[in-house]
């Protein structure tokens, strides 16, 4: 399964399109989806869903256009609905636009097919509550939101943030996966398993 990656939004966010050839799905369209569009198009591909690591302003940009261009569902975790109130939902802040209106569904942790794609969503709390991580066993990749970087992590003083349960959401669902597995992050270069047990200042007897 191929998976383009798309810097969109006023942040650069990593979006993140994974497919088989015939269906698709987006995580975390951050900007105008005009390229992931124009991607879709180009390869012949459905998108069947559009998911949400998290519902920051910076990762859910583009979900209300690309769901009226697609007819796609938008799935987030309802543990993170509150923030859909907040300056960090919406958007609208600092110079920063206003976050479209849109309507999801609530996203259970567990196994899923995503079209023709399979699944696994994580609860990954720690950079909000109500996190996901989504891994994909035929790709050997797992995408993760601000979850986890390149040798860093995610915030934790955002309203809801928990840097003890970002560490062990980490050591729990992205560490206990086999090491060759990708890490796609919601910004930056992706990394692997191996690459950040390893080397992660924030983990480890030396941790930050």
């Not at 399109?17 to 569009?37: E, F, K, Q, S």
């Not at 987030?76 to 309507?103: C, H, I, N, W, Y």
């Amino acid at each position: 399964m191929p998976i383009k990656t798309f810097p969109l939004g006023p942040l650069e966010t990593n979006c993140h399109l994974v497919h088989n050839g015939r269906t698709a799905v987006v995580v975390d369209p951050g900007g105008a989806p005009r390229p992931v569009l124009n991607y879709l198009e180009m390869q012949g591909l459905t998108l069947t869903h559009i998911l949400n690591t998290h519902l920051h302003f910076d990762h859910i940009y583009g979900n209300a256009a690309l769901a009226a261009a697609t007819g796609a569902p938008i799935l987030a975790s309802a543990g993170d609905a509150f923030l859909r109130q907040t300056e960090l939902g919406k958007g609208g802040a600092f110079g920063f636009p206003a976050v479209d209106d849109f309507t999801s569904i609530d996203l259970e942790p567990g196994e899923h097919r995503f079209g023709d794609l399979a699944c696994t969503a994580f609860a990954t709390p720690g950079h909000t509550p109500g996190s996901l991580s989504f891994y994909f066993p035929e790709e050997d990749t797992i995408i993760v939101g601000d979850l986890i970087f390149y040798r860093s992590i995610g915030r934790t003083d955002f309203p809801g943030g928990d840097l003890e349960k970002l560490r062990a959401s980490v050591r729990d669902h992205i560490f206990t996966l086999p090491g060759k597995t990708r890490i796609l992050p919601g910004h930056g270069p992706a990394t692997s398993v191996d690459d950040e047990t390893r080397n992660n200042p924030y983990f480890g007897d030396f941790a930050v």
